[in-house]
């Protein structure tokens, strides 16, 4: 059902003045302000769709928490289980991303929690390595389990916080 929210309020351009002064006026020289005419008013008009709801999309197998900027899918030998995140239903029925579910196969844990959560991304000597480049230009890229499990081994020590 659509719904509408309509209200005037006062012009954000000029401040309710109706008038502009910018870099080119001067001297006492203003000019009519061009997004409310002149009236001082700005008619405010959204219409929307009420939420009723998640909708179902179609097609979709897998959930992922983020995408860190590579091609998810399926073909050329790939499934989409190892691009980690969880099943569909999982998702849908409100289950939390478990623990794994991050695509460590492809990224490495610095490149996926600047993405998924900086607060969580490592700040491991290691990984300044390569400052400025890419994460997969990182001399560990290719070691990236060792990566995840140290990550893993951190979380555990620092009371489990993970994705609970």
């Avoid at 409310?36 to 999309?57: A, I, N, Q």
């Avoid at 610095?110 to 990182?138: H, I, M, V």
Wanted: neutral net charge; glycine residues 12%; hydrophobic residues 25%.
């Amino acid at each position: 059902m659509k719904k509408v929210i309509e209200f005037d309020k006062q012009c954000q351009s000029c401040n309710g003045t109706g008038l502009y002064g910018g870099m080119g006026e001067r001297d006492g020289a203003a000019v009519v302000c061009h997004t409310c005419k002149g009236t001082g008013c700005h008619h405010f008009k959204h219409t929307y769709d009420e939420f009723t709801g998640r909708k179902p999309l179609p097609g979709v197998e897998r959930v992922y928490e983020v995408n860190p900027g590579i091609c998810i899918g399926k073909g050329n030998g790939h499934t989409l289980e190892q691009f980690g995140g969880m099943p569909h239903a999982d998702w849908d029925a409100g289950k939390p991303f478990p623990a794994g579910s991050e695509n460590r196969e492809f990224t490495c844990p610095a490149w996926w929690y600047q993405s998924a959560d900086y607060k969580r991304k490592p700040d491991w000597d290691e990984c300044n390595d390569t400052l400025g480049s890419s994460f997969s230009r990182c001399s560990h890229f290719c070691n990236k389990a060792q990566c995840w499990a140290r990550l893993d081994r951190e979380f555990a020590n620092a009371k489990g916080e993970r994705h609970e």
